[in-house]
């Protein structure tokens, strides 16, 4: 209702300010053929104190349609117009036509070949004066409510006007706020196929040109309709057969949109389209740039840009040449037929005998309307590309908003203690491509397991699973043995923490960066964090401290700096299980040795789920599982592992820099050549 209602009032509004805009034409009618041209109608003799009455040479004269029924008429007479001159008969004329004075003062009218005599009196301009007095009141007081209806056309107007951007503004505000809610709702799968650009894209360009389908287009749409309406409704009350020759209007005006929908569409969803993969490329090079400069790609990314600008180009033009030629050109076609009709019929028809005879604030009238017809058209026509660009738009958006989501769950749970447990579980990113087989493990609260495996082994594929990131596509993933599947989303990670190699800053402060703005989080709690991650002593250099600005992804900050902060944010919110997903590769070794140390006392009680590139970092880990190809191929403590001498003690061997060859405690079977590389 906060805006249906605002919409109806701007549409009621905006039906008010048309129909008194259209009523000046009537008005300006009643003017003309009433207190103006009216002058001619007959006059009669009258009383000499009648209100109505014109005074001439000592007789009083009052015009016929001021006569009351039954009231006494005196000689009639006529005051008739000849050229620029008026002229007084004081009798009656049989008929009317081609009016002539010669120079004697007789006036003769002739209509075909009968023609008639008057004699006539020359009226001086006061005489003149005397016959429109009685009319100036009427005049006058129509010329005020002539005045008054552009008044409240015009506030009707602005308040249409007002009321309907207000209402379009509250719509679009809306729409931003369901379509960003409903990137929150989102699978990550979704993510992994389209850049963050176009989905900027979706939210910014898109959703404003959607605002104009309500400023703009539905205003010009809709008031062109009401004046359309309006202005049919006063053509058939002045003159039916007009009117119904004009109504061709309409079926054009219907197939023109519609042909030019099917072209202006197709043109529309390309330029939509490549000012999305214009965004993305903008976006990507942004966030690449310090690559594509270390790899001197400039020109391949401005070719790349180029390419995609220059196909919005072309197609920005073919959408012009379409308008100019569907443009204005078709409008005065139209424009000049109707005119044409006008003209036959008045000129031809109208005006060929005294029965026909159309009055001239008739004429006026339908001048009038026939201009006022036109302007909704041209305004109709002028907006047809942003109509199927909104639609296009609105289009791409709704696609957008129709992808399946999860609602964001507002739901507690008690922290649980931390008992993970992986049951045969497969999942495949693309149908038939398993990066998971058969995945079993249980991981008990405090204890620590390790994941490692070469590029591509399912390592940060098992923590996707345990974060729901994505759903298991058969066995199943527990939390002290309850599907995971049966928590909402948000709930479960409640309790979990997690710290990625490359964090996440988001701008604002080093506090609020730990704290995410979580009103639980106490400035006491993100000071403890640091501390616990030995940050505090690193950051206690800024200006500002734990209040020092943070812009954009942390970019004056150092890599270390950045690490700690995510290991504090991890930290603050007293995860029952802690994600490191290679958090300490890109820490220096002095500060990779503070962290760890901090671990092994903000470990305990948690459930540690680690990917590690060091294997010296893993070394005290409860559980070690080696990943190859999907599977769990190895499992074991360090100890253990290395005794077995399979994958993970070659991994060892390499990292601390030794021979392949077995150490003399280990045992003398020969070493497997490495099946890959083994990083993250």
């Given at each position: 209702m906060r805006?249906?209602?605002p919409?109806?009032?701007?549409?009621?509004?905006?039906?008010?300010?048309?129909?008194?805009?259209?009523a000046?034409?009537?008005?300006?009618?009643?003017l003309?053929?009433?207190?103006?041209t009216?002058?001619e109608q007959?006059?009669?003799?009258?009383?000499?104190?009648?209100?109505?009455?014109?005074?001439?040479?000592g007789?009083?004269?009052k015009?016929?349609?001021?006569?009351e029924e039954g009231?006494a008429?005196?000689q009639?007479?006529?005051?008739?117009?000849?050229?620029?001159?008026?002229?007084?008969?004081?009798?009656?004329?049989?008929?009317?036509?081609v009016?002539?004075?010669?120079?004697?003062?007789v006036l003769?009218?002739?209509?075909?070949?009968?023609?008639?005599?008057?004699e006539?009196a020359k009226l001086?301009?006061?005489?003149?004066?005397?016959?429109?007095?009685?009319e100036?009141?009427?005049?006058l007081?129509?010329?005020?409510?002539?005045?008054?209806?552009v008044?409240?056309?015009?506030?009707?107007?602005?308040?249409?006007?007002?009321?309907?951007?207000a209402?379009?503004?509250?719509?679009?505000?809306?729409?931003r706020?369901?379509?960003f809610?409903?990137i929150n709702?989102?699978?990550?799968?979704?993510?992994d196929?389209?850049?963050?650009g176009?989905?900027v894209?979706?939210?910014?360009?898109?959703?404003?040109?959607?605002?104009?389908?309500y400023?703009?287009v539905?205003?010009?749409?809709?008031?062109?309709?009401?004046?359309?309406a309006?202005i049919f409704?006063a053509?058939?009350?002045?003159?039916?057969?007009?009117?119904?020759i004009?109504?061709?209007?309409i079926?054009?005006?219907?197939?023109?949109?519609?042909?030019?929908?099917?072209?202006?569409?197709?043109?529309?969803?390309?330029?939509?389209?490549?000012?999305s993969?214009?965004?993305?490329?903008?976006?990507?090079?942004?966030?690449?740039?310090?690559v594509?400069?270390?790899?001197?790609?400039?020109?391949?990314m401005?070719?790349e840009?180029?390419?995609?600008n220059?196909?919005?180009f072309?197609?920005?033009?073919?959408l012009?040449?379409?308008?100019?030629?569907?443009?204005?050109?078709l409008v005065?076609v139209?424009?000049?037929?109707?005119?044409?009709a006008?003209?036959?019929?008045?000129g031809?028809?109208?005006?060929?005998?005294?029965e026909?005879v159309?009055?001239?604030?008739?004429?006026?009238?339908?001048?009038?309307?026939l201009?006022?017809?036109?302007?909704p058209i041209?305004?109709?026509?002028?907006q047809?590309p942003?109509l199927?660009?909104?639609?296009?738009s609105?289009?791409?958006?709704?696609?957008?908003?129709?992808?399946?989501?999860?609602?964001?769950?507002d739901e507690?749970?008690?922290?649980?203690?931390?008992?993970?447990?992986?049951?045969?579980?497969?999942?495949?990113?693309?149908?038939?491509?398993?990066?998971?087989?058969?995945?079993?493990?249980?991981?008990?609260?405090?204890?620590?397991?390790?994941?490692?495996g070469?590029?591509?082994?399912?390592?940060s594929?098992?923590i996707?699973?345990l974060?729901?990131?994505?759903?298991?596509?058969?066995?199943?993933?527990?939390?002290?043995?309850?599907?995971?599947?049966?928590?909402?989303?948000?709930?479960?990670?409640?309790?979990?923490?997690i710290?990625l190699?490359d964090p996440?800053?988001?701008?604002?402060?080093?506090?609020?960066?730990?704290s995410?703005?979580?009103?639980?989080?106490?400035?006491?709690?993100?000071?403890?964090?640091?501390?616990?991650v030995g940050?505090?002593r690193?950051?206690?250099n800024?200006?500002?401290g734990?209040?020092e600005?943070v812009?954009?992804k942390?970019?004056t900050?150092?890599?270390?700096q950045?690490?700690?902060?995510?290991?504090?944010?991890?930290?603050a919110?007293?995860?029952?299980?802690?994600?490191?997903d290679?958090?300490?590769?890109?820490?220096?070794t002095?500060?990779?040795?503070?962290i760890?140390?901090?671990?092994e006392?903000?470990k305990?009680?948690?459930?540690?789920?680690?990917?590690?590139h060091?294997l010296?970092t893993?070394?005290?880990a409860?559980?070690i599982?080696?990943?190859?190809?999907g599977?769990?191929?190895e499992r074991?403590?360090?100890?253990?592992?290395?005794a077995?001498?399979?994958?993970?003690?070659?991994m060892?061997?390499?990292?601390?820099?030794?021979?392949a060859?077995?150490?003399?405690?280990?045992?003398?079977?020969?070493?497997a050549?490495?099946?890959?590389?083994?990083s993250v």
């Amino acid at each position: 209702m906060r805006v249906k209602g605002p919409l109806l009032i701007a549409l009621l509004m905006l039906t008010v300010a048309v129909a008194t805009d259209l009523a000046g034409p009537l008005v300006a009618k009643r003017l003309i053929d009433v207190h103006i041209t009216g002058i001619e109608q007959p006059w009669y003799g009258t009383d000499a104190g009648d209100r109505y009455a014109a005074d001439y040479q000592g007789s009083s004269y009052k015009r016929a349609d001021h006569f009351e029924e039954g009231e006494a008429r005196g000689q009639e007479a006529r005051v008739i117009q000849v050229s620029k001159d008026y002229y007084f008969i004081p009798s009656s004329i049989a008929f009317d036509g081609v009016r002539t004075v010669d120079g004697n003062g007789v006036l003769t009218i002739t209509k075909g070949t009968e023609s008639a005599s008057y004699e006539a009196a020359k009226l001086s301009k006061g005489e003149l004066y005397n016959f429109f007095r009685p009319e100036i009141g009427g005049l006058l007081q129509l010329c005020w409510f002539y005045f008054g209806l552009v008044v409240l056309s015009a506030i009707f107007s602005y308040g249409q006007r007002y009321y309907l951007q207000a209402s379009a503004n509250r719509i679009i505000r809306n729409m931003r706020n369901e379509v960003f809610g409903h990137i929150n709702r989102l699978p990550v799968r979704y993510f992994d196929n389209l850049p963050a650009g176009k989905i900027v894209s979706r939210i910014t360009n898109d959703t404003e040109s959607i605002r104009e389908l309500y400023v703009t287009v539905l205003a010009n749409f809709f008031t062109g309709t009401i004046y359309m309406a309006g202005i049919f409704t006063a053509l058939f009350i002045l003159d039916v057969k007009l009117a119904a020759i004009c109504l061709f209007i309409i079926p054009a005006m219907v197939l023109w949109v519609i042909l030019y929908g099917k072209v202006a569409k197709r043109y529309n969803r390309i330029i939509r389209s490549t000012l999305s993969e214009i965004n993305g490329r903008i976006n990507e090079t942004i966030q690449g740039m310090a690559v594509i400069r270390a790899f001197r790609k400039e020109k391949k990314m401005e070719q790349e840009f180029e390419n995609y600008n220059d196909e919005n180009f072309k197609y920005k033009n073919k959408l012009l040449s379409l308008n100019a030629w569907t443009g204005h050109n078709l409008v005065n076609v139209i424009r000049n037929v109707a005119y044409v009709a006008l003209i036959y019929y008045f000129g031809g028809g109208s005006l060929a005998g005294p029965e026909a005879v159309v009055s001239l604030g008739v004429l006026y009238a339908f001048v009038d309307y026939l201009n006022r017809l036109f302007q909704p058209i041209v305004n109709i026509v002028n907006q047809l590309p942003n109509l199927e660009t909104a639609l296009v738009s609105a289009e791409r958006v709704f696609v957008l908003l129709d992808e399946q989501g999860e609602d964001v769950s507002d739901e507690h749970m008690e922290r649980y203690k931390g008992n993970v447990a992986f049951e045969d579980v497969w999942f495949a990113y693309k149908e038939g491509e398993n990066v998971l087989k058969g995945i079993s493990f249980e991981a008990k609260q405090g204890q620590t397991v390790a994941l490692i495996g070469h590029t591509g082994s399912g390592k940060s594929s098992i923590i996707n699973l345990l974060f729901r990131f994505y759903d298991v596509d058969s066995g199943r993933v527990t939390i002290d043995g309850v599907d995971i599947r049966t928590m909402p989303r948000q709930t479960m990670r409640e309790h979990m923490g997690i710290v990625l190699q490359d964090p996440f800053l988001f701008t604002g402060t080093i506090a609020s960066n730990i704290s995410m703005d979580d009103p639980a989080i106490t400035r006491e709690r993100v000071e403890k964090a640091l501390q616990d991650v030995g940050a505090d002593r690193v950051l206690k250099n800024l200006p500002k401290g734990i209040d020092e600005p943070v812009i954009e992804k942390g970019s004056t900050l150092s890599a270390g700096q950045r690490q700690l902060i995510s290991f504090a944010r991890a930290l603050a919110f007293d995860p029952a299980i802690l994600i490191l997903d290679e958090a300490t590769s890109n820490i220096d070794t002095e500060t990779e040795a503070m962290i760890q140390n901090a671990l092994e006392i903000v470990k305990k009680g948690r459930t540690t789920f680690v990917i590690a590139h060091r294997l010296s970092t893993i070394k005290n880990a409860d559980l070690i599982l080696v990943l190859d190809r999907g599977e769990v191929v190895e499992r074991g403590n360090h100890d253990t592992l290395i005794a077995k001498g399979g994958k993970y003690y070659q991994m060892y061997q390499l990292q601390q820099g030794e021979s392949a060859a077995a150490p003399s405690d280990a045992s003398d079977k020969p070493m497997a050549a490495p099946t890959g590389a083994y990083s993250v």
